[in-house]
C-alpha cells in the first residue's frame, strides 16, 4: 500500500463519516454503535468497505422514507448486527481455525 492509497483512504473515510454527520441524531447514535460493535466481532467483510457504506446507504433511505432507526433495525443493535454478519466470517473465527489447525497438527 502506497502513500497515494493511504491519502485516498483517507479523503473517503472524511466522505463517508461526512454523510454519517448529515443523518438525523438518533441515526448518527446508533450507526455509531454498530460501527463499534462490527470493529469488535471483526467480520472479514468490513475490510472492503462495503458493509458500512451499504448501511450507510441504508440509513440514508430511511430518513428518506420518513422512518426511525428503531423502525428500521429493531430494538437490539447487536442482534442486527449479528444477523447482517451471519454468513460472514470474522477474524476471531480465521484465528479459532488456525490455532485448531495447528493443535490437530501437533497432536500426529
Known sequence: MGIRDII?????WRAHMARVK???SDYQIVYKEIQKYLFKIGP?????????????????????????????????????CDD???????YA????????EEIGKGMK
Open 93 to 100: 473465527e480465521i484465528y479459532q481455525d488456525s490455532i485448531s
Open 8 to 12: 485516498e483512504g483517507k479523503k473517503e
Open 44 to 80: 472479514v467483510d468490513l475490510v472492503d468497505g462495503t458493509l458500512l457504506s451499504g448501511m450507510l446507504d441504508f440509513f440514508e433511505e430511511g430518513v428518506a422514507s420518513g422512518k426511525g432507526v428503531i423502525e428500521l433495525i429493531g430494538n437490539d443493535v447487536a442482534a442486527f
Open 84 to 90: 447482517l454478519v451471519k454468513d460472514s466470517k470474522t
Open 22 to 24: 448529515a443523518l438525523p
